[in-house]
């Protein structure tokens, strides 16, 4: 076993791996292990917690990690939440989650946003708080309620409420009411469309899987794998991250409920979402609105021992990347993981197990034959060999995002747990975490498994 600054590395896991390939330790930076990590059922938006708040469901997945995990309260040093559309009343919903659940008032706690890798940047931050050595122990998360989003009043109306709320006779008042107009009351919605462009992420992944001549058959055929993967990896009992949720006045949720696999012949009569009539996205090959929240327990590895934990996996090297948002929006995954390979020194043959955010099937067939171009590398990348496309058999075994729901702020935290957990049950080494985000963003993590 080498020795570096005092904390062991894990040479030692060469004996105990299948196949002894090398461990990713870096001379002089701390081991970071997941110790655990849960989530509370992801359930489509208008169900079961449609009335609760986001910090309702951040706690809850606070208290499951807690149970879980037993790890007493004030030994945690930091605290970060992702989300994305955030609730007015709690805008660092980390911090009233982290109350909610108990934790010390001595804990700081903070909320980041990065579209759909809101939860990968809260563990990312959690990873460079305890590699800088500022922290030991970090508990990282995401949260999404789409049940409930803040409707605003129109500018206009806005701009009269607080000028009425300055003036200061009643005179003032009477001529700032003369000047309101019905129009005012139109509310501006929240929508999924990206601000740069104006267009919907539906609209744009239509748009992708045409550029990669991806057909509506190839898709209902992806999103018809996942959701019966993800319905296999239910009932066996394999996506042991969930921990049941209370919900006040109703039932003990116990399982996400949006894993329903139809049939091709079902899928195919349903009218295109988003470009119409000619489109191939459909509501049977997206991902739907989703409520859900997610936390993990990151430490330094001699940390973890010291308190007698058995880690699940270590954190490794992880990339952001950034493209034009509006042709290559939904690309993150074709840009970040030959990056993310090359950083840690590793090939696509060395990866066990892959888990891609599925935002559309259509997304992650496009990203699949980008991947599996040589001329979209040399042309777009600027990179001379294509990464390659991974290997079915690997990639995303117990469903995804199409089929177990897709909380926003929540996504990162289910992926990192589904490498670790399925490198766990497989006796693989190496997974690899990809997500694609609005903004034409991007992320990609490695996962290596913890020697048992």
Request: hydrophobic share 40%.
């Amino acid at each position: 076993v080498t020795w570096v600054t005092g904390w062991p590395l894990s040479g030692l896991s060469f004996a105990a791996q299948t196949k002894s390939k090398k461990t990713l330790a870096k001379p002089n930076i701390r081991n970071i292990v997941v110790v655990e990590g849960v989530r509370i059922p992801f359930l489509q938006s208008g169900t079961s917690y449609k009335e609760l708040m986001p910090h309702d469901l951040a706690r809850a997945a606070l208290l499951g990690l807690l149970h879980r995990t037993n790890v007493p309260k004030d030994v945690v040093d930091y605290i970060i939440f992702g989300t994305v559309i955030q609730e007015v009343k709690t805008s660092n919903v980390a911090r009233e989650a982290a109350l909610g659940a108990g934790f010390s008032d001595k804990t700081p706690a903070h909320t980041v946003t990065m579209a759909c890798i809101s939860a990968n940047q809260a563990m990312t931050t959690g990873v460079g708080l305890i590699a800088s050595g500022q922290c030991d122990v970090v508990v990282a998360g995401g949260v999404e309620l789409m049940s409930d989003v803040p409707i605003r009043h129109s500018r206009k109306m806005r701009k009269m409420l607080l000028d009425l709320n300055k003036a200061k006779t009643l005179g003032q008042r009477l001529s700032l009411i003369s000047k309101f107009r019905l129009n005012f009351l139109s509310p501006e919605l929240p929508a999924v469309a990206e601000f740069s462009t104006s267009e919907t992420m539906g609209h744009s992944a239509d748009r992708l899987a045409a550029a990669f001549a991806v057909s509506r058959l190839d898709q209902d055929e992806y999103a018809l794998r996942s959701h019966s993967l993800a319905k296999k990896a239910q009932d066996e009992g394999l996506l042991s991250d969930v921990v049941p949720f209370k919900v006040p006045g109703k039932d003990t949720v116990t399982k996400d409920n949006g894993i329903r696999p139809s049939s091709l012949e079902q899928m195919a009569k349903l009218k295109p979402a988003f470009i119409k009539p000619y489109g191939t996205v459909t509501a049977a090959n997206s991902s739907f609105l989703t409520d859900g929240a997610s936390a993990m327990l990151i430490m330094a590895e001699e940390k973890a021992l010291a308190m007698g934990y058995m880690p699940k996996a270590y954190l490794r090297d992880f990339v952001y990347v950034s493209q034009d948002p509006k042709d290559q929006l939904l690309l993150g995954p074709t840009y970040a993981t030959p990056k993310v390979l090359e950083r840690a020194g590793l090939t696509m043959t060395d990866i066990d197990a892959f888990e891609f955010h599925e935002a559309f099937s259509g997304q992650i067939l496009a990203n699949f034959k980008a991947m599996d171009s040589d001329w979209f590398a040399q042309n777009y990348m600027g990179r001379k060999t294509k990464v390659g496309s991974p290997p079915l058999e690997k990639f995303n075994n117990w469903g995804g995002s199409l089929s177990l729901g897709h909380p926003f702020g929540a996504t990162g935290c289910r992926l990192v747990m589904a490498a670790a957990n399925r490198l766990r049950k497989e006796g693989g080494q190496y997974g690899l975490v990809a997500a694609c985000a609005a903004g034409g963003q991007g992320h990609a993590m490695i996962v290596e498994a913890y020697p048992k």
